[in-house]
Protein backbone atom coordinates (compact mmCIF):
# COMPACT_ATOMS: atom_id res chain seq x y z
CA UNK A 1 0.00 0.00 0.00
CA UNK A 2 1.30 3.60 -0.73
CA UNK A 3 0.11 6.95 0.28
CA UNK A 4 -0.36 8.87 -2.74
CA UNK A 5 0.06 12.63 -3.44
CA UNK A 6 -2.36 14.02 -6.18
CA UNK A 7 -2.09 17.70 -7.46
CA UNK A 8 -5.50 19.59 -6.96
CA UNK A 9 -5.31 21.63 -9.53
CA UNK A 10 -4.55 18.69 -12.26
CA UNK A 11 -5.87 15.69 -10.91
CA UNK A 12 -2.58 14.22 -11.50
CA UNK A 13 -0.95 11.79 -9.44
CA UNK A 14 2.48 13.73 -8.13
CA UNK A 15 4.16 11.24 -5.71
CA UNK A 16 3.98 7.79 -4.28
CA UNK A 17 4.69 6.97 -0.75
CA UNK A 18 5.39 3.77 0.68
CA UNK A 19 3.09 3.10 4.02
CA UNK A 20 5.65 1.71 7.09
CA UNK A 21 5.81 -1.64 7.85
CA UNK A 22 4.49 -2.93 11.22
CA UNK A 23 8.32 -3.60 12.11
CA UNK A 24 9.32 -0.07 11.07
CA UNK A 25 6.51 1.45 12.91
CA UNK A 26 7.89 -0.52 16.13
CA UNK A 27 11.23 0.88 15.63
CA UNK A 28 9.52 4.67 15.91
CA UNK A 29 7.65 3.63 18.85
CA UNK A 30 10.69 2.74 20.48
CA UNK A 31 13.01 6.02 19.11
CA UNK A 32 10.58 7.74 20.69
CA UNK A 33 10.25 6.27 24.37
CA UNK A 34 13.64 6.21 23.82
CA UNK A 35 14.11 10.27 22.94
CA UNK A 36 11.57 10.52 25.62
CA UNK A 37 13.56 9.81 28.57
CA UNK A 38 16.46 12.16 27.87
CA UNK A 39 14.46 15.06 25.79
CA UNK A 40 12.52 15.52 28.80
CA UNK A 41 15.20 16.42 31.66
CA UNK A 42 16.53 18.65 29.05
CA UNK A 43 17.25 22.13 30.38
CA UNK A 44 14.62 24.55 29.25
CA UNK A 45 16.79 27.11 27.26
CA UNK A 46 18.29 24.51 25.42
CA UNK A 47 14.48 23.39 24.21
CA UNK A 48 14.12 26.96 23.39
CA UNK A 49 17.43 27.51 21.07
CA UNK A 50 16.29 24.51 19.40
CA UNK A 51 12.66 26.16 18.83
CA UNK A 52 14.80 29.19 17.88
CA UNK A 53 16.73 27.06 15.14
CA UNK A 54 13.30 25.51 13.97
CA UNK A 55 11.89 29.05 13.70
CA UNK A 56 14.89 30.36 11.17
CA UNK A 57 14.59 26.79 9.43
CA UNK A 58 10.58 28.15 8.74
CA UNK A 59 11.42 31.50 7.53
CA UNK A 60 14.07 30.78 5.17
CA UNK A 61 12.09 27.77 3.49
CA UNK A 62 9.37 29.99 2.80
CA UNK A 63 8.86 29.60 -0.63
CA UNK A 64 9.72 25.50 -0.52
CA UNK A 65 7.10 25.21 1.67
CA UNK A 66 4.23 27.26 -0.28
CA UNK A 67 5.06 25.31 -3.33
CA UNK A 68 4.94 22.24 -1.61
CA UNK A 69 1.53 23.02 -0.11
CA UNK A 70 0.34 24.00 -3.47
CA UNK A 71 1.20 20.97 -5.17
CA UNK A 72 -0.19 18.75 -2.66
CA UNK A 73 -3.25 20.66 -1.04
CA UNK A 74 -3.79 23.44 -3.31
CA UNK A 75 -3.23 26.73 -1.23
CA UNK A 76 -2.23 29.75 -3.34
CA UNK A 77 1.38 30.36 -3.07
CA UNK A 78 1.58 33.54 -0.87
CA UNK A 79 -1.25 32.01 1.42
CA UNK A 80 1.65 29.41 1.84
CA UNK A 81 4.45 31.70 2.03
CA UNK A 82 2.31 32.81 5.59
CA UNK A 83 1.72 30.08 6.81
CA UNK A 84 5.53 28.99 6.80
CA UNK A 85 5.92 32.44 8.62
CA UNK A 86 3.35 31.96 10.90
CA UNK A 87 4.99 28.68 11.78
CA UNK A 88 8.28 30.72 12.42
CA UNK A 89 6.46 32.68 14.95
CA UNK A 90 4.89 30.19 16.79
CA UNK A 91 8.76 29.17 17.52
CA UNK A 92 9.82 32.63 19.10
CA UNK A 93 6.77 32.46 21.33
CA UNK A 94 7.40 29.63 22.61
CA UNK A 95 11.49 29.65 22.85
CA UNK A 96 10.67 33.18 24.79
CA UNK A 97 7.62 32.01 26.83
CA UNK A 98 7.79 29.03 27.25
CA UNK A 99 10.06 28.57 30.08
CA UNK A 100 7.59 30.90 32.33
CA UNK A 101 4.87 29.01 31.66
CA UNK A 102 6.01 26.07 33.02
CA UNK A 103 7.80 27.35 36.28
CA UNK A 104 6.68 26.31 39.33
CA UNK A 105 3.63 27.58 40.97
CA UNK A 106 3.58 28.47 44.86
CA UNK A 107 0.61 28.18 46.19
CA UNK A 108 1.60 28.67 49.65
CA UNK A 109 4.37 28.11 51.71
CA UNK A 110 4.39 24.68 51.85
CA UNK A 111 3.41 23.56 48.30
CA UNK A 112 3.91 24.16 44.90
CA UNK A 113 2.40 22.43 41.42
CA UNK A 114 4.81 21.55 38.55
CA UNK A 115 4.12 20.65 35.55
CA UNK A 116 5.85 17.51 34.04
CA UNK A 117 5.43 16.27 30.42
CA UNK A 118 3.27 13.30 29.97
CA UNK A 119 5.17 11.42 27.36
CA UNK A 120 4.44 10.59 23.38
CA UNK A 121 2.03 12.64 21.70
CA UNK A 122 0.13 11.00 18.99
CA UNK A 123 -0.40 14.12 16.80
CA UNK A 124 -3.52 13.64 14.06
CA UNK A 125 -3.48 16.03 11.72
CA UNK A 126 -5.09 17.39 8.72
CA UNK A 127 -4.02 18.53 5.21
CA UNK A 128 -5.62 22.09 5.24
CA UNK A 129 -2.91 23.78 7.14
CA UNK A 130 -0.27 21.02 6.38
CA UNK A 131 2.41 22.86 8.36
CA UNK A 132 0.37 25.56 10.66
CA UNK A 133 -1.45 22.68 11.80
CA UNK A 134 1.46 20.59 13.20
CA UNK A 135 3.44 23.25 14.35
CA UNK A 136 0.79 24.77 16.72
CA UNK A 137 0.53 20.97 18.28
CA UNK A 138 4.04 19.80 18.09
CA UNK A 139 5.94 22.82 19.19
CA UNK A 140 4.33 23.49 22.64
CA UNK A 141 4.32 19.97 22.78
CA UNK A 142 8.04 20.00 22.54
CA UNK A 143 8.95 22.88 24.67
CA UNK A 144 6.95 20.69 27.72
CA UNK A 145 9.95 18.02 27.67
CA UNK A 146 7.29 15.89 25.17
CA UNK A 147 8.31 14.21 21.87
CA UNK A 148 5.81 13.99 19.32
CA UNK A 149 4.32 11.30 16.75
CA UNK A 150 2.99 12.76 13.47
CA UNK A 151 0.24 10.87 11.29
CA UNK A 152 -0.46 13.26 8.93
CA UNK A 153 -3.13 13.59 6.23
CA UNK A 154 -3.33 10.67 3.64
CA UNK A 155 -3.07 13.11 0.57
CA UNK A 156 -0.06 15.46 2.65
CA UNK A 157 2.81 12.67 2.70
CA UNK A 158 5.22 14.96 1.58
CA UNK A 159 4.59 17.85 4.21
CA UNK A 160 4.64 15.61 6.62
CA UNK A 161 7.97 13.83 5.71
CA UNK A 162 9.81 17.90 4.97
CA UNK A 163 8.32 18.63 8.37
CA UNK A 164 10.26 15.61 10.20
CA UNK A 165 13.51 16.64 8.37
CA UNK A 166 13.21 20.29 9.27
CA UNK A 167 13.14 19.58 13.19
CA UNK A 168 15.98 17.19 13.07
CA UNK A 169 17.90 20.03 11.23
CA UNK A 170 16.61 22.80 13.77
CA UNK A 171 18.60 20.02 16.56
CA UNK A 172 16.17 18.25 17.94
CA UNK A 173 17.37 14.59 18.95
CA UNK A 174 15.99 11.70 16.76
CA UNK A 175 13.15 10.47 17.85
CA UNK A 176 11.69 13.89 19.07
CA UNK A 177 9.72 14.30 16.32
CA UNK A 178 8.85 11.17 13.77
CA UNK A 179 6.84 11.09 10.67
CA UNK A 180 4.97 8.16 10.29
CA UNK A 181 3.53 7.01 6.94
CA UNK A 182 0.68 5.20 8.12
CA UNK A 183 -2.86 5.29 6.72
CA UNK A 184 -6.39 5.88 8.52
CA UNK A 185 -6.95 3.00 9.14
CA UNK A 186 -3.79 2.92 10.94
CA UNK A 187 -4.69 5.43 13.81
CA UNK A 188 -6.64 2.83 16.29
CA UNK A 189 -3.00 0.43 16.51
CA UNK A 190 -1.27 3.44 17.45
CA UNK A 191 -3.66 4.75 20.02
CA UNK A 192 -3.87 1.59 21.58
CA UNK A 193 0.04 0.80 21.72
CA UNK A 194 1.33 1.45 25.55
CA UNK A 195 4.24 3.49 24.46
CA UNK A 196 1.63 6.58 22.87
CA UNK A 197 0.30 8.37 26.14
CA UNK A 198 -1.81 11.25 24.76
CA UNK A 199 -3.66 12.22 21.34
CA UNK A 200 -3.84 15.57 19.73
CA UNK A 201 -6.57 15.15 16.89
CA UNK A 202 -7.56 18.29 13.93
CA UNK A 203 -10.54 16.57 11.77
CA UNK A 204 -14.21 15.76 11.37
CA UNK A 205 -16.59 15.55 14.01
CA UNK A 206 -16.95 11.58 13.24
CA UNK A 207 -12.83 11.25 13.16
CA UNK A 208 -13.53 12.87 16.75
CA UNK A 209 -15.80 10.47 18.04
CA UNK A 210 -13.24 8.07 17.29
CA UNK A 211 -10.41 8.94 18.53
CA UNK A 212 -11.74 10.14 21.99
CA UNK A 213 -13.31 6.59 22.00
CA UNK A 214 -10.35 4.64 21.38
CA UNK A 215 -7.97 6.52 23.50
CA UNK A 216 -10.68 6.88 26.21
CA UNK A 217 -10.74 2.88 26.68
CA UNK A 218 -6.60 3.33 27.50
CA UNK A 219 -7.61 6.46 29.58
CA UNK A 220 -5.77 8.60 27.49
CA UNK A 221 -5.87 12.53 27.47
CA UNK A 222 -7.10 13.91 24.16
CA UNK A 223 -6.83 17.52 22.52
CA UNK A 224 -9.95 17.72 20.11
CA UNK A 225 -10.69 20.12 16.84
CA UNK A 226 -13.38 19.07 15.14
CA UNK A 227 -14.10 21.76 12.80
CA UNK A 228 -17.19 24.75 12.61
CA UNK A 229 -20.01 26.46 11.53
CA UNK A 230 -19.00 30.10 12.55
CA UNK A 231 -20.80 32.69 12.21
CA UNK A 232 -20.10 36.01 11.23
CA UNK A 233 -22.53 38.90 12.11
CA UNK A 234 -22.57 42.33 10.85
CA UNK A 235 -24.96 44.77 12.59
CA UNK A 236 -25.35 48.86 11.11
CA UNK A 237 -22.90 50.17 13.41
CA UNK A 238 -20.16 48.66 11.87
CA UNK A 239 -18.00 49.51 9.00
CA UNK A 240 -19.66 47.81 6.44
CA UNK A 241 -16.73 48.24 3.93
CA UNK A 242 -14.01 46.45 6.33
CA UNK A 243 -16.81 44.42 7.60
CA UNK A 244 -17.56 42.49 3.84
CA UNK A 245 -13.54 42.22 3.04
CA UNK A 246 -13.46 40.86 6.80
CA UNK A 247 -16.17 38.28 5.25
CA UNK A 248 -15.15 37.54 1.61
CA UNK A 249 -11.21 37.56 3.21
CA UNK A 250 -12.41 34.69 6.07
CA UNK A 251 -15.14 32.90 3.88
CA UNK A 252 -12.38 32.25 0.93
CA UNK A 253 -9.10 31.67 2.04
CA UNK A 254 -7.24 28.64 1.06
CA UNK A 255 -10.18 27.90 -1.10
CA UNK A 256 -13.03 28.04 2.01
CA UNK A 257 -11.19 25.21 3.88
CA UNK A 258 -10.41 26.73 7.26
CA UNK A 259 -12.29 25.30 10.73
CA UNK A 260 -12.71 28.89 11.28
CA UNK A 261 -13.77 30.51 8.36
CA UNK A 262 -16.86 32.66 8.46
CA UNK A 263 -19.07 30.04 6.94
CA UNK A 264 -22.49 31.44 7.90
CA UNK A 265 -22.92 35.77 7.36
CA UNK A 266 -25.72 37.30 9.45
CA UNK A 267 -26.38 40.36 8.12
CA UNK A 268 -28.92 42.91 10.01
CA UNK A 269 -32.36 44.15 8.36
CA UNK A 270 -31.41 47.39 8.39
CA UNK A 271 -27.80 46.44 5.70
CA UNK A 272 -28.79 43.47 3.94
CA UNK A 273 -29.35 44.78 0.77
CA UNK A 274 -26.52 46.84 0.71
CA UNK A 275 -23.82 44.20 2.25
CA UNK A 276 -25.52 41.59 0.13
CA UNK A 277 -24.58 43.59 -3.10
CA UNK A 278 -21.27 43.83 -2.08
CA UNK A 279 -20.48 41.06 -0.99
CA UNK A 280 -21.84 39.41 -4.52
CA UNK A 281 -19.66 42.00 -6.30
CA UNK A 282 -16.78 40.71 -4.03
CA UNK A 283 -17.12 37.06 -4.47
CA UNK A 284 -17.41 37.15 -8.43
CA UNK A 285 -14.07 39.17 -7.92
CA UNK A 286 -11.92 36.60 -7.11
CA UNK A 287 -9.04 35.10 -9.11
CA UNK A 288 -9.64 31.49 -8.98
CA UNK A 289 -7.17 29.28 -10.50
CA UNK A 290 -3.69 27.50 -10.39
CA UNK A 291 -2.09 27.75 -6.93
CA UNK A 292 1.50 28.44 -8.25
CA UNK A 293 0.41 31.44 -10.48
CA UNK A 294 1.18 34.35 -8.17
CA UNK A 295 -2.35 36.06 -9.55
CA UNK A 296 -4.55 33.67 -7.87
CA UNK A 297 -6.59 34.18 -5.03
CA UNK A 298 -8.56 31.09 -4.24
CA UNK A 299 -7.20 27.90 -5.65
CA UNK A 300 -9.05 24.32 -5.72
CA UNK A 301 -10.09 22.15 -3.28
CA UNK A 302 -7.57 19.93 -1.81
CA UNK A 303 -9.30 16.44 -3.01
CA UNK A 304 -12.05 15.19 -5.52
CA UNK A 305 -14.45 13.63 -2.78
CA UNK A 306 -14.46 17.51 -0.93
CA UNK A 307 -15.82 18.85 -4.18
CA UNK A 308 -18.20 16.48 -4.90
CA UNK A 309 -19.39 16.56 -1.14
CA UNK A 310 -19.32 20.64 -1.66
CA UNK A 311 -21.57 19.87 -4.76
CA UNK A 312 -24.10 17.81 -3.01
CA UNK A 313 -24.63 20.13 -0.36
CA UNK A 314 -25.25 23.27 -2.42
CA UNK A 315 -27.32 21.03 -4.50
CA UNK A 316 -29.29 20.46 -1.39
CA UNK A 317 -29.14 23.63 -0.31
CA UNK A 318 -31.34 24.76 -3.29
CA UNK A 319 -33.41 21.82 -3.03
CA UNK A 320 -34.70 23.38 0.65
CA UNK A 321 -35.06 26.81 -0.51
CA UNK A 322 -32.07 28.55 -0.66
CA UNK A 323 -31.62 31.44 -3.29
CA UNK A 324 -28.04 30.94 -5.25
CA UNK A 325 -26.90 34.58 -5.72
CA UNK A 326 -23.50 33.75 -7.35
CA UNK A 327 -21.23 30.68 -8.14
CA UNK A 328 -22.95 27.36 -7.09
CA UNK A 329 -21.50 24.92 -10.00
CA UNK A 330 -17.94 23.29 -10.24
CA UNK A 331 -15.57 24.60 -13.02
CA UNK A 332 -14.54 23.59 -16.30
CA UNK A 333 -11.13 23.33 -15.46
CA UNK A 334 -8.38 20.22 -14.64
CA UNK A 335 -8.79 19.76 -11.11
CA UNK A 336 -11.33 19.95 -8.56
CA UNK A 337 -12.06 23.75 -8.80
CA UNK A 338 -15.27 25.19 -7.13
CA UNK A 339 -16.09 29.09 -7.80
CA UNK A 340 -16.80 31.75 -4.76
CA UNK A 341 -20.65 31.07 -4.00
CA UNK A 342 -22.88 33.00 -1.68
CA UNK A 343 -26.37 31.55 -1.07
CA UNK A 344 -29.01 33.07 0.87
CA UNK A 345 -32.65 32.47 2.61
CA UNK A 346 -31.60 28.64 3.37
CA UNK A 347 -34.53 27.83 6.02
CA UNK A 348 -32.82 27.44 9.18
CA UNK A 349 -34.51 24.09 10.22
CA UNK A 350 -32.66 22.21 7.03
CA UNK A 351 -30.54 19.71 7.32
CA UNK A 352 -27.91 20.86 5.37
CA UNK A 353 -27.83 24.04 7.28
CA UNK A 354 -26.64 21.96 10.63
CA UNK A 355 -23.83 21.22 8.21
CA UNK A 356 -20.31 21.97 7.77
CA UNK A 357 -19.25 23.69 4.09
CA UNK A 358 -15.73 23.06 3.57
CA UNK A 359 -15.34 25.48 0.79
CA UNK A 360 -15.76 28.92 -0.76
CA UNK A 361 -19.54 28.75 0.22
CA UNK A 362 -21.41 31.15 2.42
CA UNK A 363 -24.39 31.18 3.56
CA UNK A 364 -26.47 34.46 4.51
CA UNK A 365 -29.12 35.17 6.82
CA UNK A 366 -31.06 38.45 7.54
CA UNK A 367 -31.55 38.85 11.28
CA UNK A 368 -34.20 41.34 12.74
CA UNK A 369 -32.50 42.37 15.31
CA UNK A 370 -29.14 41.22 17.78
CA UNK A 371 -31.01 39.01 19.64
CA UNK A 372 -32.17 37.40 16.34
CA UNK A 373 -28.86 37.41 15.18
CA UNK A 374 -27.16 35.87 18.21
CA UNK A 375 -29.88 33.05 18.31
CA UNK A 376 -28.90 32.05 14.48
CA UNK A 377 -25.61 32.46 15.38
CA UNK A 378 -26.25 29.80 17.85
CA UNK A 379 -28.26 27.80 16.16
CA UNK A 380 -25.50 24.86 15.39
CA UNK A 381 -24.45 21.68 17.03
CA UNK A 382 -20.19 23.74 16.42
CA UNK A 383 -19.53 26.29 18.58
CA UNK A 384 -15.77 26.81 17.39
CA UNK A 385 -15.23 30.66 16.51
CA UNK A 386 -17.28 33.48 15.98
CA UNK A 387 -17.06 37.06 15.07
CA UNK A 388 -19.04 40.31 15.13
CA UNK A 389 -18.81 43.75 13.54
CA UNK A 390 -20.04 46.76 15.60
CA UNK A 391 -18.78 50.02 16.71
CA UNK A 392 -21.33 49.78 19.78
CA UNK A 393 -20.28 48.76 23.08
CA UNK A 394 -23.51 47.55 24.26
CA UNK A 395 -23.58 44.95 21.69
CA UNK A 396 -20.48 43.97 21.47
CA UNK A 397 -20.40 43.13 25.67
CA UNK A 398 -23.62 41.14 24.54
CA UNK A 399 -22.39 38.77 21.55
CA UNK A 400 -19.19 38.38 24.37
CA UNK A 401 -21.15 37.39 26.34
CA UNK A 402 -24.09 35.24 24.23
CA UNK A 403 -22.43 34.01 21.75
CA UNK A 404 -21.38 29.71 22.26
CA UNK A 405 -18.14 29.93 21.14
CA UNK A 406 -13.93 29.11 21.84
CA UNK A 407 -12.98 32.36 20.85
CA UNK A 408 -15.09 35.62 19.59
CA UNK A 409 -13.59 38.58 17.55
CA UNK A 410 -14.59 41.99 17.78
CA UNK A 411 -14.55 43.72 14.10
CA UNK A 412 -11.40 41.36 12.90
CA UNK A 413 -11.34 38.20 11.64
CA UNK A 414 -10.60 34.73 13.00
CA UNK A 415 -7.69 33.61 13.58
CA UNK A 416 -5.81 31.15 15.81
CA UNK A 417 -2.51 33.10 17.10
CA UNK A 418 0.23 31.88 19.94
CA UNK A 419 -0.78 34.07 22.76
CA UNK A 420 -4.60 32.97 22.77
CA UNK A 421 -5.87 29.19 23.53
CA UNK A 422 -7.37 27.97 20.47
CA UNK A 423 -10.54 25.19 20.86
CA UNK A 424 -14.26 25.44 20.83
CA UNK A 425 -17.16 23.68 22.68
CA UNK A 426 -20.26 21.56 21.52
CA UNK A 427 -18.87 19.23 18.38
CA UNK A 428 -16.41 21.78 17.90
CA UNK A 429 -14.39 19.47 20.63
CA UNK A 430 -12.76 19.87 23.76
CA UNK A 431 -9.02 21.14 24.91
CA UNK A 432 -7.15 23.87 23.84
CA UNK A 433 -4.06 24.19 21.57
CA UNK A 434 -1.86 27.07 21.92
CA UNK A 435 -1.27 30.32 24.88
CA UNK A 436 -0.39 28.56 28.00
CA UNK A 437 -3.70 25.92 27.97
CA UNK A 438 -1.82 24.76 24.88
CA UNK A 439 1.39 24.09 26.70
CA UNK A 440 -0.08 22.72 29.25
CA UNK A 441 -2.33 20.36 27.14
CA UNK A 442 -0.10 17.66 27.80
CA UNK A 443 1.67 17.76 31.09
CA UNK A 444 1.00 16.40 34.63
CA UNK A 445 0.17 19.31 36.84
CA UNK A 446 2.16 17.57 39.50
CA UNK A 447 1.35 18.95 43.57
CA UNK A 448 3.87 18.87 45.69
CA UNK A 449 3.88 19.43 49.53
CA UNK A 450 6.02 19.69 52.31
CA UNK A 451 5.50 18.81 56.19
CA UNK A 452 7.65 21.95 56.65
CA UNK A 453 7.12 25.40 55.16
CA UNK A 454 9.39 25.09 51.63
CA UNK A 455 12.93 27.00 52.63
CA UNK A 456 13.04 30.15 50.80
Known sequence: MRLVTINPATGQTVRTYPELTASEINTKLEAARSA??????????????????LAALFDAAQDELSRLAALEMGKPLAQGRAEAAKCADACCYYAEHGATMLRDERIDERSFVRHDPLGVVLALMPWNFPFWQVVRCAVPALMAGNVVLLKHADNTPQ????????????????????????????????????RVDAVSLTGSVEAGRQVAAAAGARIKPVVLELGGSDPCIILPSANLKEA?????????????????????????????????????????????????????????????????????????????????????????????????????????????????????????????????????????????????????????????????????????????????????????????????????????????RFGKPVAS
Do not use: M
Not at 36 to 53: D, G, I, Q, Y
Not at 271 to 300: H, K, N, S
Not at 350 to 370: I, K, M, Q, S
Open 159 to 194: CGARLEDIFLHAGFAPGCFQYLAVPVTGVKALIDDS
Open 244 to 448: VAAAVQSRTQNAGQSCIAAKRIIVHNAVYDQVTGALVAAFQALQVGDPLAPETEVGPIAQARGLEALERQVHDALQAGATLLTGGRRLDLPGFFFPPTLLAGLPPEAAVAREEFFGPVALLFRARDLGHALAIANDTSFGLAASIWTRDDAEQQRAIAELEAGQVFINAVVASSSELPFGGVKQSGYGRELGVAGLRAFVNAKSV
Open 36 to 53: FSKHRLSPLPERAEKLNR
